[in-house]
């Protein structure tokens, strides 16, 4: 059997997920939205499993190229999603969090590339803790982003009087504003980590503390604009379109950077 | 073996039928005592609220519906023939398909209205403390409490305010989420932002304070809630710390600016303002409602948000008649097993019922 296997069945499941959550927009049932869910985590164990995969034949984390980068933080996402749903039951989310982890494992799918050994040289805690605290930073700073987009989905929805199909979905303002503060810092705090590991991991290969690259420049202004953003959420001077128009910027920013990753 | 449910309801009879039926909760158990022993029966259960009175019989044959047709007409001091043009007879899996609905609020007056659910359970558990229940009935009631979740849970049929008060509450939730610790300020001390305030604190909230020109309506106000009478000069400090405000005054002009709201927002950093106004002509400029973080609704927006609840509550009713119509099914076909001759038809009546009984099912008393 190919080792590719679990990765289209992941795929299958979560297009499955994804299509009948997005339904579940028009037909405002709960069943369809816990069938959603129930087939996200069917294919979300078909997820780890690939990862396992990966790491059992190269005994290194999947994070060493493009498809295994955007596979890792798919599931990341996947991941924090579910635990912000256990807690706080907010379903809304996965109306942004399914089709993000979908288009994520979609790359890794289409982007194919056997599963690279990783070069000796570059075995080294600090690259470990550098691709590990980055994947997971990026992970939690993506699914915050997705809180921040129902805050304003609901803020729009409040100051317009007409109600959207998200409307039912959605959790009050407060909360949705919460997460995405809590997620945002401390997906913030995570990623800075992983990019000061980065900095430090390429200062004693390189002899120099960065290399300007598409990564490395989107990876930087990711960084600078969700530290905008949590400044504005700090101070109380949010506003609901400038972050709206910040976050954007920070997810291209973020989909650009990992763009960039090819070969380790 | 026979379901029999013996009633009358809003639909079917009006308020002065109704009222001279109605059995009160310290009745009940009395009540119960004696129908029990007014024909062979084996369990019967009484639901009576404002909007329907019932008897709920299990018997092995359906001529005891004579016996508590004239005990109807006793208690409601009418003729019999008065009497059978507000009654509906519902057997085997009509009773179940009723009971369903009813406990779910499909067939009350507000669809969805939460109470009724409730008042099920007390009429359960007051039948069965009386030793009026038997195995048949118990299975019903457990069904029916268990249907009701059910629906509930599933289209979240009873979630959307259908009134003005409760449309601010419900929207004052969709901003906070959580009301407990959040502080009131009353503009004025109308009659509507009082009823409003009153919902609003039921919720839980901290603190209201009462501004109003004169200034002993306003402590007569604030006394009701527990809250605190301010003076009118006084609400720009109170729009900071205060997180909903309720303007309802005689006044012919803006009481609050878009500036004092402004204002307001920055000392109150990233805490939200809900700004409700019920006064006519308007006590809140229309141009708070640009402000980032403040969110203003009138009299009108409200009643638009109550009334798209009440048509959003009768699609859900959809959703919600075919869950029952599942559950019916199920329930049927799980009593088909115990008890097979009867209930191998959906909705059926024995040769032994009277003629005039016989056309009554489920569909007629909707």
Known sequence: MSPNFTLYAALLFYTAGTLIALASLFTRERRTQHAALVLMIGGFLCHTTWIGTICARTHHPPLTNLPEAAAFVAWCIFVVELALFI??????????????????????????????????????????????????????LLTGLAFTALSYAQDRALKSKHRGPLWEWIPSLSVCRTLSYRTLAVGFSIYTLGILAGILWSYRTTAGPIDMRVKQLGGITAWILFAVLLQSYISGAYRARRTALISVGAFVAIVVAMLGIHHV | MPLILIGVNHRTAPVAVRERMSVADAQLAATLDELKVIAPIDGVALLSTCNRVEVILSA?????????????????????????????????????RHLFRVASG???????????????????????????????????????????????????????????????????RKIFGDLHGLQALLLGAGKMSELTAE??????????????????????????????AIRFEEIDPHLATCDIVIASTAAPHYVVEAQQVERALTARRMRNLFLIDLSVPRNLDPAIAQVDGAYLYNIDDLQQVADSNRELRLQKAEQAEEIVAREVDHFRRRLLMQYPPSWSCRSGWSRSAPRSWRNVSADSVR
């Open chain 2, 199 to 228: 919902h609003l604190a039921g919720f839980g909230l901290k603190q209201i304070f009462v501004a109003n020109r004169a200034h002993e309506r306003a402590e007569e106000m604030a006394a009701r809630f527990r809250g605190m």
């Open chain 2, 60 to 96: 092995e044959r359906e001529d005891v519906i004579e016996a508590f047709v004239d005990w109807l007409s006793a208690r409601g001091a009418s003729s019999r023939s008065e009497l059978e043009k507000h009654l509906y007879i519902l057997r085997y899996a009509d009773v179940a």
């Open chain 2, 106 to 172: 499909l067939d009350s007056m507000v669809v969805g209205e939460p109470q009724i659910g409730g008042q099920v359970r007390t009429s359960f558990l007051a039948a069965q403390r009386s030793g009026a229940i038997d195995p048949l009935l118990h299975r019903l009631f457990e069904e029916t409490m268990r249907v009701a979740r059910k629906v509930r849970s599933e289209t979240g049929i009873g979630e959307h305010a259908v009134s003005v008060p409760y449309a601010a509450v419900e929207l004052a």
């Open chain 1, 87 to 140: 807690r706080y039951r907010v379903q809304a989310a996965s109306f942004f969090v399914y089709p993000l982890v979908l288009m994520l494992l979609t790359v890794a799918a289409v982007v194919h590339e056997p599963f690279a050994q990783m070069d000796p040289a570059l075995r080294s805690s600090l690259f470990t803790a550098h691709v590990l605290l980055s994947a997971v930073g990026v992970a939690a």
